[in-house]
């Protein structure tokens, strides 16, 4: 397969945006479709086709949902003119939006009935990468389906991580990863609210902690919003993380796994959005440590636009 | 001051005989001083000299005092012939033990009403680090104590971060990176319960996450070994973990910050000695998720010589 | 509206069972349904009328539906057949499950889309209760509708509480309720494990708690239960009490309420279910505490049929 | 022994002053002891001995400590005219505080040590029933030292339950019910916040719970205080509730039981005193369910006298 390989891309946020741009950088032929249309504009002012339905976006070889949520997922490929009801016997959908194992199973069962291939491959990387294909791209599925999408994969991230042959393992990963992050939120959001009243600095605090054991992107990123209290724009809106805790939440409800972190992240998340605030960046949940040790709320300090 | 600089060293175990072996390569002038004498013998063999009591410790320009806990700290500190007792006026008394909040800013007082200097210096670093002079020391007191005892630290870090001028500051920042170390571990713990039941190998994990986002020291060093569950020997005995939860927690009570996270590695850590194996590594709390998954216990599996 | 009321009952497990027996020892005119058709048996002795279908059950006055969850009350409610399509216009669904509060929310339009009336009217009590006409009853709805429908209610509960004019209300105070009860079974559970620990005699224990500030049914219920660890036969299986649970953080969710202890108790029923013991008595979570301070499981010890 | 036994009360506090009085009441000899003298006023009025110290206090067969915590229970004891050196040989100290079980178990053996008898006999009641001799009694120590002590024990409370013959054991007692308690509180804050979502009146709520399974006198009290939001003034002051969780939380890792709820309830506490609230009684946690729910909090509500 060359790169003359035809690819659609269904969802055109700020993530799906940046993959159609890095795969049409990449030289493949690809095909966008978003529920409302301009989105799509400048991708096609760059060369990319217009689809007008879901349907016309699965006439490639493989065609990638990038998508909010379990239900839009399902809405696309369900029903007439949905993925399943287009795409080509022996094509690949291919599914990079965070969706739950459960939904993700199912897809499996489905498209090898309809004799079509289904990997999932969701990503690391916020909006910026997806747009430069510096993306982490984890991956499962049945080996050659994912050797066929290889390339497309190769345009998108800087790596791609095969974690299993069952797609859901990686949308697995991918809700593991997102809790792990969430805990590194929650962790220096109480860690600051202690040397906050211990009068240490909060950004010195962070290069330290950069500076010797905590060295990662994680903590350098997301170590800045919450020392900076910079939650907007949000990157990763609270209320899409506040999603991924619950996906995460019902894999253990499936699998008999208890995750008290995470249920601890899911009661901040719900504080967040009580607040009125889930619109901001997800490290956002880290002020809530710093209110329950008496600091004042935003609102309540006149300067903010939330309910 | 010149590399003349005499200086104690009060507490040979693993840290404190490091940092007694790094200051003597640096040249200082090293008086050993440990309450079972035989810790302190190859430090003498290498030339160090050996105090019989703690008061001869004392006799230099600085004392470092790197014990176990709080009780050690204050005994070695108190009484006829403690640390106290015995310091010259304008010298130094350099705590790099992990203690409370509530000691340091005790000693402090204590240090000034007796015309001598205090500083606190945590380190972070596990005892290779002490050796080789690689710790990265977080210190906090008044500037001109610091800046006299620079060439002593500069012996036994790779590098000082000075915090505030609150010796107590640097005790809060210790515990509060302990705290975030041990979050690590509790999240990877709950993370791989997770992953295990969703047929992902843990090594392959723990590379993966180690190769994205989450490429740090704390990551790398605690992902093996919660991946390949080796728990001993202990480099930080979970024992003295918990010790410094439950220190991070009285600064809480004392600052008023809630802190969540910290409850649960607490209810973590005393669960683990509850089965008897608080002598292994802090990061074998992180078996405990997988056990409230449906694993059988280690000493279920006759593998053990836990109680 | 007098006692020869017709009405169904659809769904005879030991509660719907027990509420057919007391309605029609109350003199109305009983029809039975039950998937499995053999549950019928002893009410139709006893002279209830054997409906074949949902459809039949739904002919009288009123139909009560007593079943396991969503899914069961969704599937008998909806398509050719079902409760909607079948009751008369008028005619009143009492919805007896503990079901969640969107999908009761969900009911009451759908069934005044249909012209008839809905209200929620869940139960607390054990089968017993049931059998015996002692529930109590929890009710929500038009203020009419609850009036023609209170001959019904009376003939099963002890004593009816009209707690709003929005069925999904008494879904609502139903969950609280169970959510209350097993905070009571988890904190005794604790407490017990602490006093275990200072020989402090279990039953004594109970009987002191009852005798003095906890004289309520429910802790001498759960507080004897707990004491002897008497997980067996389940009064209310643990699977069901998870399923709400569950619920009641879905209806935190909607609402945007945090709910730190249902969280923990989450985990604390996955936990069950991952040793496969979630078919005991919900009362069997109070082992957990004691698993975590050090106790062998049931399962080590030899004695239970527990996976 | 008659009722002529001749007993001292040391600490005159709301709870020390209705138990001296009940001991008065019923025609023992009663000596009374306080730091600030003046609340000695009232019951010398009655007829009560001035004791000028606390030795005086302890010329009699028994002597009943009831102080804030166990800092003012060991001042009392130690030193030079405390109890332990004014007490006759065969006396005993009754212990009535809410101490910890730690500071129990130390002064047994320093009392037997002396040759003097101590039991604890820590109280449930509030300040009413300590006046009215109708506080419930939990006592451990030896049988024949109970015994003895008996007739003052009937005079204080309306029932006695001895627990055990480690006096400790009493105070592990004690520090679970008031965990209870306070689980009780956080559930009912819990479940308000939920209900008051559903559009369902508290004070309703309350009835309906209080009638059914939940008849108990600790939810009749606290339910009719958290629905009410009437915190003031303090029937038992959260700052001294936060001490007992503190002292079970001690007891727990002193025993190696872990307490997930106790873990969650010091993080309310703790909230609480951040808010300058801890003044209000305990009940008033049952507040922050409803703020991290979005509801205001009462000083932004500019109605709290609280900072």
């Known amino acids: 397969m060359s790169n003359a390989m035809k690819v659609g891309v269904i969802g055109l946020g700020h993530m799906g945006s940046g993959i159609a ?7 493949f032929d690809v095909i966008v479709y978003n529920r409302t249309r301009e989105k799509a504009a400048p991708l096609v002012a760059k060369g990319a086709h217009l689809a007008a339905t879901v349907s016309e976006a699965c006439r490639g ?8 949520d379990d239900n839009a997922v399902d809405e696309v490929v369900s029903g007439d003119g949905g993925v399943l009801a287009s ?5 690949i959908h291919i599914s990079s939006s965070t969706i739950g194992v459960s939904l993700s199973a199912d897809l499996t069962q489905r498209h090898a009935h309809a004799g079509q291939r289904f990997i999932a491959a969701p990503v ?5 990468a997806a747009a430069s294909g510096k993306l982490f791209v984890i991956t499962a599925g049945s080996r050659e389906a994912i050797t066929t999408a290889q390339p497309l994969l190769d345009a998108i991230g800087q790596k791609t991580f095969v974690v299993s042959d069952t797609p859901s393992a990686a949308n697995l990963f991918k809700l593991s990863g997102n809790f792990l992050i969430a805990t590194v939120i929650e962790s220096l959001g109480e860690a600051m609210a202690l040397i906050d009243k211990g009068n240490i600095d909060r950004r010195l605090y962070v290069d330290v902690l950069t500076s010797t054991l ?10 800045t919003l919450v020392a900076e209290r910079r939650f907007e724009p949000a990157g990763f809106a609270a209320s899409l993380a506040q999603k991924d805790i619950r996906l995460a939440l019902a894999a253990g409800d499936a699998l008999h796994v208890p995750l008290p972190i995470a249920s601890l992240l899911r009661d901040r998340f719900v504080a967040l959005a009580a607040q009125g605030r889930d619109h ?3 490290s956002a949940i880290s002020e809530l440590a710093a209110f329950d040790a008496g600091s004042r709320r935003p609102q309540e300090q006149g300067g903010s636009k939330a309910a």
């Open 61 to 68: 070889d493989a065609v990638i949902t990038m998508l909010a």
């Open 87 to 91: 795409l080509a016997v022996g094509a």
């Open 124 to 128: 690391f990387g916020r909006p910026d």
């Open 214 to 223: 905590f060295g990662a992107p994680v903590y350098q990123t997301y170590g």
């Open 280 to 282: 901001l960046d997800w």
């Open 21 to 27: 741009s890095s795969l049409m950088r990449a030289g």
